[in-house]
């Protein structure tokens, strides 16, 4: 997607942004057509590549500056935010996207760069203002919001897993904005990510700075080093804001009940018996690969951990892992699993 600047006010109905640009200190989006399309893969990459292979992206492609979501925004204000969902990674947050999802009235945005970039904005764009940039989440986020086919009435944003260490500024764009962390047995976690490294466990794709780890030392640690020290810093981030009010923490083992039992009473969404049965068939897959029905794989992963990850597990998780089972538990002791 590279095309002309266009800076002239615009009619973006059915537009979303799908990716970002930094140029001259400011940063510029990029706009696919999904017109009443509803975002329904499991990342909003996969629904990016879907869009793109519609003959009306191949032929025309939309840039504008940040400034555009600002008019867009005053013209035709998407819908507020009903729900945050913030995750360790490999942890069931897919998981409770897509349940949520299954729900046409729903709008759920699942780790989307444009919203990465808008967080990462100060990194790529030296002398950006945090007030600025709080700004830019909002605009950006009432651009997903934007209703595309009229039945839409809630919208749920799934932040990548690095994002908990900017809840400061996405709590105070949108205080009053409910959210979810979830998380799971760091022995499990770590072995998923020993057999797949995710993106932010690979020091060359996602900064080592940005989880306050030396370059150079990152490099260097071993994998199972390297991803318990990862984790540890998100979980430590979510640990001085799990008192909040707003927040709920969810444990993997408490998933799929979890979704009727505490994520969408905390959310404030009512759900009719066919609405919950529809969601609960999402349960029945591997929300990854959806030819595939779910098969449990805690016992596979503790079998399959190694000394060193148990032990980096312990030294670096153990601690916090604890904590947030007694934060879940102090905040909502009926929904203990």
């Known amino acids: 997607m590279d095309g002309q600047v266009s800076a002239a006010p615009l009619q973006l109905q059915g537009w979303l942004p799908a990716g970002t640009t930094c140029q001259d200190g400011q940063l510029l989006v990029d706009w696919l057509h999904f017109g009443e399309e509803q975002l329904g893969e499991a990342f909003f990459a996969d629904d990016v590549r879907r869009v ?59 780790e989307a760069a444009p919203i990465d970039a808008v967080l990462r904005a100060r990194q790529t764009c030296p002398g950006l203002a945090q007030e600025e940039q709080l700004r830019w989440l909002q605009w950006v986020i009432s651009a997903f919001g934007q209703p595309r086919s009229g039945g839409e009435r809630h919208l749920f944003i799934k932040f990548d897993s690095w994002h908990v260490l900017d809840l400061a500024l996405i709590r105070r764009a949108f205080p009053a904005v409910p959210w979810i ?9 770590m072995v998923s990510h020993m057999n797949r490294r995710g993106s932010q466990m690979v020091p060359g794709i996602v900064s080592p700075l940005q989880y306050g780890i030396d370059p150079a030392e990152g490099m260097a640690m071993p994998a199972h080093e390297y991803c318990a020290r990862v984790l540890e810093v998100i979980c430590q981030a979510v640990l001085h804001h799990c008192d909040d009010g707003a927040a709920r923490l969810v444990n993997y083992a408490q998933l799929p009940r979890a979704l009727d039992d505490v994520v969408m009473p905390h959310f404030g969404l009512d759900c009719t018996v066919a609405e919950r049965a529809r969601t609960a068939e999402v349960a029945r897959f591997d929300v990854k690969a959806p030819a595939f029905p779910f098969t449990a794989d805690a016992a596979a992963k503790q079998a399959q951990a190694t000394a060193a990850v148990r032990g980096a597990a312990e030294a670096r998780l153990g601690p916090g892992y604890r904590q947030l089972e007694a934060c879940r538990q102090r905040a909502a002791p009926q929904n203990r699993g």
């Open 52 to 110: 793109l292979r519609q003959p009306y992206n191949q032929l025309f492609s939309l840039r504008t500056p940040m400034a555009a979501l600002a008019e867009w925004q005053q013209r035709q204000p998407g819908l507020p935010p009903n729900g945050f969902i913030f995750h360790m990674s490999r942890c069931g947050s897919t998981l409770v996207a897509q349940m949520l999802a299954a729900l046409p009235r729903n709008i759920v945005v699942s």
């Open 181 to 189: 962390f979830l998380y799971r047995d760091p022995v499990e976690v």
